[in-house]
């Protein structure tokens, strides 16, 4: 999946307010770009970095600017704009890439599911089959050399893991997919020294039926898609 429009570098100063950051621009001037991402973003936002930006032609945002990647200074590639892993894992299941999800006949997204209240991701559906749940999370902390997930504690996660938990006691397929957007990142685990309620559940949730996948992407500010699958440990 190509970005609307051609990503443009800057150098990061500094990322704040968990929605905005400074950088500098190619021409040497500085100036606040939007950021997508509400989480820690655990060693994805170091000064110095190398951001890669896209640019809104949309009159009424008040920042026109959005961080897509970042370019660590070990080369790693990461994207930071979490919104952009249900696009490519829907692109994925479309395409037949992420072949334990091939054969629904549709695809519904945001669907009220589960006595949480929450939305499901995806929901696969297909008159012979049972309905599929499919809850995306975006892994990108890197640690010794492992993926982890979350990079901070995660209520939400833990009750998109209850509600995993629940349809597959109904009945249903239920699915936690890892969208990998690290390029250093080639295992997945749950981050059990940082949430470790989140790594309880996810144990049990396996436990339960829950189906645990990992695919990561093949990043690059031309062109990013979720490519092959990886380890879950």
């Keep these: 999946m190509s970005f609307e429009s051609p990503l443009k570098a800057a150098t990061l ?29 655990t060693g994805c936002a170091e000064p110095g970095n190398t951001v890669w930006y896209s640019q809104s032609s949309n009159p009424k945002r008040k920042y026109s600017l959005s ?5 660590t200074k070990d080369g790693d590639t990461i994207c930071v704009n979490t919104a952009k892993a249900n696009e490519w894992v829907e ?19 945001e669907v009220k599911y589960g006595s949480e209240n929450s939305r499901i ?8 089959r049972e ?11 890197l640690q010794n050399g492992k993926g982890y997930f979350p990079d901070a504690v995660s209520t939400r996660g833990q009750k998109h893991l209850r509600e995993l938990i629940e349809m597959k006691q109904q009945g249903h397929r239920a699915i936690l997919l890892f969208a990998v957007l690290h390029s ?21 949730a396996k436990q339960q039926g829950v189906e645990v996948l990992a695919y990561k992407a093949k990043l690059s500010p031309q062109q990013c898609t979720l490519d092959h699958a990886v380890p879950v440990y």
């Design 13 to 41: 100063i500094k990322r704040y307010k968990r929605f905005l950051a400074d950088v500098v621009l190619e021409d040497g001037s500085e100036t606040t770009i939007y950021c997508a991402n509400t989480g820690a973003m």
């Design 67 to 71: 961080w897509e990647l970042s370019q």
């Design 91 to 109: 692109q994925a299941i479309q395409q037949d890439i992420i072949t334990e999800l091939s054969g629904y006949a549709q695809l519904r997204r």
């Design 121 to 128: 991701d995806f929901l696969l559906e297909d008159p012979k």
């Design 131 to 141: 309905k599929c749940y499919i809850e995306v999370k975006s892994c990108t902390l």
């Design 184 to 204: 250093g990142i080639n295992t997945v685990q749950a981050a059990a020294h940082i949430d470790p309620t989140y790594a309880e559940l996810l144990e049990l």
